[in-house]
Structure formats: C-alpha cells, structure tokens
Nanobody, 125 residues
Framework: VQLQASGGGLAQTGGSLRVSCQAS?????????VAWFRQAPGKEREFVAA????????YYSDSVKGRFTISRDNAQNTAYLQMNNLRLEDTAVYYC??????????????????WGQGTLVTVSS
C-alpha cells in the first residue's frame, strides 16, 4: 500500500487542523491498525493515535487524549486525525502507518509496515 499524508500546515495555539492519509494500491481495510505518529525536530518518532479495522477501538497517547480524534473511512480508503486545541508542542511532522500488529504492539513504530511521507504541522503562538 502507498500512503499519502496531507492537510498539515500552520495553526495558532488553541486552533484546529485535520490531517488525512489516503491509501492506494491496497485497501486500508486489509490492515488491522492504522496509526498516526509524529516526529518533532531532534526527537524520536512517537505514537499519537491508532484505530482498529472496524473503527470501534481507538488508542491515544496521553499527550493528545481529549484533543485529537482518529477516524478511518474504509470505503474512501482514508484515515484522518482531527487535531483540536493545538499546543506548541504538537509541532511535528505527522506520519500515517499501517500494521497487522496485535494490541500490545500498536504503540511501537517498529511494528508498522507501510508509512506515508509525512505532513508538517506547525503550531505558533
């Protein structure tokens, strides 16, 4: 599968952005998990959110819980990350990824098979 992330840009603190992950070549429904990770300058890539195939189970890092919402539309072959109440520390390149990993492994980037190219989100005061 090829993943194309888009929708990043510049937002002010407290603002909102939605990033999208369009899949091609294969269906997102072929994968148990779709996730978003992010990487800030000089830092390691970190888990942000993940969603299971059915969309019924969602997982978030503590730093974004209550502010970000992950969703997927298997029919449109697209996953989304709605980001509200943005903070300066949310500035990063956001990557989407797919995996068939079981629950215990969803938080580790090493368990993801395919990655999009990333989209930059910059939050300013």
């Amino acid at each position: 599968v090829q993943l194309q992330a888009s929708g990043g840009g510049l937002a002010q603190t407290g603002g909102s952005l939605r990033v999208s992950c369009q899949a091609s070549g294969r269906s997102l429904g072929d994968y148990n998990v779709v996730a978003w990770f992010r990487q800030a300058p000089g830092k390691e890539r970190e888990f942000v959110a993940a969603i299971r195939r059915s969309g019924g189970y969602k997982y978030y890092s503590d730093s974004v819980k209550g502010r970000f919402t992950i969703s997927r539309d298997n029919a449109q072959n697209t996953a989304y990350l709605q980001m509200n109440n943005l903070r300066l520390e949310d500035t990063a390149v956001y990557y989407c990824a797919t995996s068939n990993v079981v629950l215990s492994g969803i938080y580790s980037a090493a368990n993801y098979i395919s990655w999009g190219q990333g989209t930059l989100v910059t939050v300013s005061s």
